[in-house]
């Protein structure tokens, strides 16, 4: 999680010329108000992670003070400005005054109310959420590819019918939290609206993407929502040293892009996008979450576009790193569609048909054929 990668992606961004758009607006988060962070966080546990940003102390209890979560200095107020830019999107939405929005420092969905987990110590794509309901807004679904499960996001709104969670990730069997499988479906009149696709490790573009198509877009048109909020760490790349999954930027551009058009399609474009997961800190996330916010402000970057040299040579002279100098990996994006038939033998297909069947029939859809 070192911020160098956020600072990276905004050079990387800046230098493409995405924030140069007319339609294009920048906004410096606040830091969220602790009655904020209550709408979805206990407020005993806000306060621990105040007390431990103060004191330097662990609050073992709360999941503060961990590998995973150390205790630092300005843990709150930085867990909460990033809470606060998800937080403004939706704002920004609700007024009128956007209809995209990106905070690719944003996507801590493993963060619980009551505890730190995975990095993760505020929940912002949860408060943005919580705050599009307590504001009219009728339905929200939740997109996640991380390559990690959504799994504090998810329980957050496991027994609210008005969002549903989709997770498409690594199997909770190779990796952390050891959560997200499909029988993981949500509770009471919720029942359904947790969606969880747990994929083998090795799954590549083809395989993600195929998940991907297989089972989202049909739930979202059942579902009915009037924002797509999503969640895109780009762990799940072949490089990141965290994960076993084997994606390229250009399969994390595609589900960009298709995420993109799901909001077109079902919410009249509305769509807030969160960064996540990401540890190769130079040669994925900074190319990934360009990406992202280029696609957001509709104007998606060639994949054929070389990175820029004032940004490799910030790069180099800054860090010694040989940047990329393509915005791509150079890789043929293809896969087969649910249409082409479901094959037993094959272990992508396995994890699809189980959260079809778990899931399809309680939206009135065929596991088989919708």
């Given at each position: 999680?070192?911020?160098?990668?956020?600072?990276?992606?905004?050079?990387?961004?800046?230098?493409?010329?995405?924030?140069d758009a007319?339609n294009?607006?920048?906004?410096?988060p606040?830091?969220?108000?602790?009655?904020?962070l209550s709408?979805?966080?206990?407020?005993?546990?806000?306060s621990a992670?105040?007390?431990s940003?103060?004191?330097?102390g662990?609050?073992?209890?709360?999941?503060?003070?961990?590998?995973?979560?150390?205790?630092?200095a300005?843990?709150?107020?930085?867990?909460?400005?990033?809470?606060g830019?998800?937080l403004?999107?939706?704002?920004?939405?609700l007024?009128?005054?956007?209809v995209?929005?990106?905070?690719?420092?944003?996507?801590?969905?493993?963060?619980?109310?009551?505890r730190a987990?995975?990095?993760?110590?505020?929940?912002?794509?949860?408060l943005a959420?919580?705050h599009?309901?307590?504001n009219?807004?009728?339905?929200?679904?939740?997109?996640?590819?991380?390559a990690?499960h959504?799994?504090?996001?998810?329980g957050?709104?496991?027994?609210?019918?008005?969002v549903?969670?989709?997770s498409?990730?690594?199997?909770?069997?190779?990796?952390y939290?050891?959560t997200?499988?499909?029988?993981?479906?949500?509770?009471?009149e919720?029942?359904?609206?947790?969606v969880?696709?747990?994929l083998?490790?090795?799954?590549?573009?083809?395989?993600?993407?195929?998940a991907?198509?297989?089972?989202v877009?049909?739930?979202?048109?059942?579902?009915?929502p009037?924002v797509?909020?999503?969640q895109?760490g780009?762990d799940?790349?072949?490089n990141?040293p965290?994960?076993?999954l084997t994606m390229?930027?250009?399969?994390?551009?595609?589900?960009?892009?298709?995420i993109s058009?799901?909001?077109?399609e079902?919410?009249e474009?509305?769509?807030?996008?969160t960064?996540g997961?990401g540890?190769?800190?130079?040669?994925?996330?900074?190319?990934?979450w360009a990406?992202?916010t280029?696609?957001?402000a509709?104007a998606?970057?060639?994949?054929n576009?070389?990175?820029?040299?004032?940004w490799?040579?910030?790069v180099?002279?800054?860090f010694g790193?040989t940047?990329p100098q393509?915005?791509?990996?150079?890789?043929?994006?293809w896969w087969?569609?649910?249409?082409l038939?479901?094959?037993?033998?094959?272990?992508?297909?396995?994890?699809?048909?189980?959260?079809?069947?778990e899931?399809?029939?309680?939206?009135g859809?065929?596991?088989?054929?919708?």
């Amino acid at each position: 999680m070192d911020p160098v990668r956020l600072d990276l992606t905004e050079r990387l961004t800046r230098d493409l010329g995405v924030f140069d758009a007319t339609n294009v607006t920048l906004s410096a988060p606040e830091i969220a108000a602790e009655d904020v962070l209550s709408t979805i966080h206990d407020r005993d546990y806000i306060s621990a992670v105040q007390s431990s940003s103060e004191s330097g102390g662990p609050s073992a209890e709360h999941g503060l003070g961990t590998d995973d979560v150390p205790v630092f200095a300005d843990m709150h107020t930085s867990a909460a400005r990033i809470a606060g830019g998800t937080l403004h999107l939706a704002q920004e939405m609700l007024a009128g005054r956007a209809v995209h929005g990106v905070n690719f420092a944003g996507g801590m969905h493993h963060a619980s109310r009551a505890r730190a987990s995975g990095f993760c110590v505020y929940n912002d794509a949860a408060l943005a959420i919580q705050h599009l309901l307590d504001n009219g807004t009728r339905r929200v679904v939740y997109i996640d590819v991380d390559a990690h499960h959504g799994d504090g996001t998810q329980g957050i709104f496991y027994s609210d019918p008005r969002v549903m969670t989709i997770s498409v990730h690594q199997s909770g069997v190779s990796l952390y939290p050891g959560t997200g499988f499909p029988n993981e479906a949500g509770e009471g009149e919720a029942i359904g609206t947790s969606v969880n696709v747990a994929l083998p490790a090795t799954t590549g573009d083809a395989g993600f993407l195929r998940a991907f198509h297989a089972v989202v877009p049909a739930l979202v048109r059942a579902f009915d929502p009037e924002v797509v909020v999503s969640q895109h760490g780009c762990d799940s790349h072949i490089n990141d040293p965290l994960t076993d999954l084997t994606m390229s930027v250009d399969g994390l551009r595609q589900l960009e892009l298709d995420i993109s058009h799901l909001a077109e399609e079902f919410t009249e474009g509305r769509w807030i996008a969160t960064g996540g997961g990401g540890y190769s800190l130079y040669q994925v996330v900074p190319r990934a979450w360009a990406h992202l916010t280029a696609v957001a402000a509709g104007a998606p970057i060639p994949l054929n576009t070389p990175t820029p040299v004032s940004w490799r040579e910030y790069v180099h002279r800054t860090f010694g790193v040989t940047a990329p100098q393509k915005m791509h990996d150079d890789t043929q994006l293809w896969w087969r569609t649910w249409e082409l038939g479901y094959d037993p033998e094959d272990s992508v297909d396995r994890a699809i048909i189980q959260t079809r069947k778990e899931i399809f029939p309680l939206h009135g859809l065929d596991p088989w054929f919708d």
